[in-house]
């Protein structure tokens, strides 16, 4: 940023003390309140629509939501209420709330608000811990805080534990598990659940008739309150209730999401980044604000500067794939459809292409909110008949949650095309909790007693080979996993410069060698995003003498035996992957090589470290950019 001073001024937030013993709040302290509120709600507006600009997201209304209860509580601390001082919260995506608390706190100047999300900021799209000054817990993913909350609480006996939920949240499976634990042992916890009535993909109240958290959480044991969020002496009574108890207590607190946000308001596009012009329209509103409208109007996205040889164009594979079931679905009849397909959506629908499905063939489309786990086994269960098949898609991240379900999809010999995007770390500003690096999890079934494990993990490298394979495989038996990435791809170009894939039927179990050798020169093996920075890699140094061919492994799990013979005669193999180097493509690779004969030498790289936020900058922080690939090859080449 040009100005590093930070336009709101946040010195102007007012002490306060309040005590829970006195159920009602004076005129003063009211005023002071509705002060505090006002000010860190419009910084967090600012802040958050400010990365937006940028191109980062920010995450807008989950954190602006919270900040009432947020400010009685921390009032509560100031008195002296035995309260773990730590404002866990559940659903990760609101660390907006975690940076202001930290500037607040004094562990850090409010100008690092100005750079939330950006690369090296230390101020990623989820809390973690040791990165962030100020900020004592990591969140990971939703709905994962309330069992570790139960262990907290365990560890503080004498002092409530608060736990900021939210009605998206308390859909994962885990919640129902820490609340059982939680009552039976007693424990000492306060949830409070934000129920705004808005997750990603729409409105649970509509999508999900029954869902009510109040009758869930009292039938769990927990003395359960309901409350209107933006009621101050309401909220304020009812926190003062939840907080005299010393057994785990639940509140649930009724507002829209964004409140009070022209545009915004209970409108599932709150849960990002506010557009700017919302931003804008709200600032100005508010008044004296004219140093954070400016910044506002004058930031613009910041665009990969990168270049890469080999290839060209722009594919969005992760929205592809919504397209290219329609196209399979088109050759059905409606009976058929609905006799042989059901398509389940994790509430991350737009991000995963699933939103044309919905649009076009609502029928077959099953709206299942933010259950990674269940939703899986139920596409499994709808699969696991001849002649049907459910199809899944979320995060690849998520992959990591679902490994029992999909141990008992296998032993079931069901048959799921799961897609999960945001594979790797390309474009992944929520950082290290979202990286989807641990996918050859999947792949863990051993052969059957009457046939072959058909469990079959794809990773194409562009939109061309992205859409021949969904097409080859869309009626294969058994578990396809189907794998993109957030960031979009090039298309591969070959040797005579046209797009290596366009045209080119996709045969399971194929390597492709997209780049020859000469007569002693070694291979790099890659996949997915990896492959056009490896091709960049291997044409920039064959200019420069050093000669490296380029093999893509698009189906990660099965073994060309042509291929590997190939390879098992060069001097050198290097895997180049996206995933977890201990667990990715390379940590099985060398063993398929000494199998096949292999005396050369061998390396692989693959995401070794914790995230560092930004978008394109992560491929580069992981060595995983032609720079980095570069200098491995030139290692392995030279005997080192």
Not at 609 to 633: F, H, K, N, R, T
């Amino acid at each position: 940023m040009a100005q590093d001073t930070f336009p709101i001024d946040l010195s102007k937030l007012k002490p306060l003390k309040l005590d829970p013993a006195v159920a009602s709040l004076s005129e003063d302290a009211k005023a002071t309140l509705r002060h505090n509120i006002q000010l860190c709600r419009d910084a967090i507006v600012f802040f958050t629509a400010l990365a937006g600009a940028k191109g980062l997201s920010g995450h807008s209304g989950g954190p602006y939501d919270t900040v009432p209860e947020v400010m009685i509580i921390r009032a509560f601390i100031a008195q002296g209420v035995p309260i773990v001082p730590v404002f866990y919260d559940e659903a990760g995506h609101r660390v907006a709330t975690q940076y202001l608390l930290s500037v607040l706190n004094g562990a850090m100047p409010a100008e690092r608000l100005l750079h939330y999300r950006e690369y090296n900021s230390g101020l990623p799209g989820h809390p973690e811990k040791g990165l962030t000054p100020g900020v004592e817990f990591s969140s990971g993913r939703l709905g994962h805080l309330w069992a570790f909350c139960n262990g907290v609480a365990m560890a503080n006996p004498g002092k409530a534990v608060v736990l900021l939920g939210s009605d998206g949240s308390q859909m994962e499976g885990d919640d129902a598990e820490a609340a059982r634990l939680a009552v039976g042992k007693e424990l000492n916890i306060k949830v409070l659940i934000d129920d705004n009535n808005v997750t990603i993909a729409g409105h649970p109240q509509q999508y999900m008739p029954g869902y009510d958290l109040t009758r869930t959480l009292s039938g769990y044991g927990l003395t359960t309150e309901t409350t209107m969020g933006e009621d101050l002496d309401a909220l304020y009574v009812d926190l003062c209730r939840v907080f005299n108890n010393q057994l785990p207590h639940a509140l649930i607190i009724k507002r829209p999401m964004a409140p009070g946000i022209s545009g915004a308001e209970g409108n599932p596009h709150a849960h990002d980044a506010l557009k700017a012009e919302v931003a804008i329209a709200y600032l100005e509103k508010r008044g004296g604000y004219a140093e954070a409208i400016a910044l506002l109007k004058s930031a613009k996205p910041e665009k990969s500067p990168l270049t890469y040889r080999g290839s060209s164009g722009v594919g969005k594979n992760r929205d592809d794939f919504g397209k290219l079931i329609n196209q399979m679905l088109d050759g059905m009849d409606e009976a058929q459809r609905m006799a042989s397909v059901r398509v389940f959506d994790n509430d991350l629908e737009g991000s995963c292409g699933l939103h044309h499905i919905r649009e076009k063939y609502p029928q077959v489309f099953v709206r299942g909110g933010i259950m990674e786990r269940g939703n899986f086994s139920a596409a499994a269960g709808f699969g696991s008949s001849r002649g049907k098949q459910g199809i899944y898609a979320t995060f690849s991240a998520f992959l990591e949650m679902c490994i029992s379900e999909i141990t008992m999809a296998r032993l079931n010999f069901s048959n799921v095309l799961a897609h999960f995007s945001h594979s790797g770390v390309d474009d992944m500003a929520d950082n290290t909790c979202h990286f989807g690096i641990n996918s050859m999890f999947a792949d863990g079934g051993v052969k059957p007693g009457h046939g072959e494990d058909m469990t079959r993990l794809y990773f194409p490298a562009d939109q061309f080979q992205f859409a021949a394979c969904v097409k080859r495989i869309f009626n294969d038996p058994g578990l396809r996993f189907l794998f993109s990435t957030r960031a979009p791809v090039p298309d591969l170009l070959g040797e005579d410069g046209k797009p290596f894939y366009q045209g080119k039927v996709f045969e399971p179990g194929k390597d492709d060698l997209l780049r020859k050798p000469g007569a002693n020169g070694g291979y790099v093996v890659t996949y997915g995003e990896a492959v056009y920075r490896a091709l960049d890699a291997v044409i920039g140094l064959k200019e420069k003498g050093v000669d490296a061919g380029l093999v893509n492994k698009s189906t990660l799990n099965v073994v060309d035996e042509s291929m590997m013979r190939t390879l098992a005669q060069a001097p050198w193999v290097l895997v180049v992957e996206g995933w977890n180097v201990k667990t990715g493509l390379g940590s099985r690779f060398g063993s398929y090589l000494l199998e096949a004969g292999f005396k050369g030498r061998y390396d692989h790289l693959g995401t070794h470290v914790e995230g560092s936020g930004g978008l394109w900058q992560q491929m580069g922080y992981q060595g995983l950019d032609p720079a980095g690939i570069s200098a491995a090859i030139v290692k392995l080449n030279s005997g080192g």
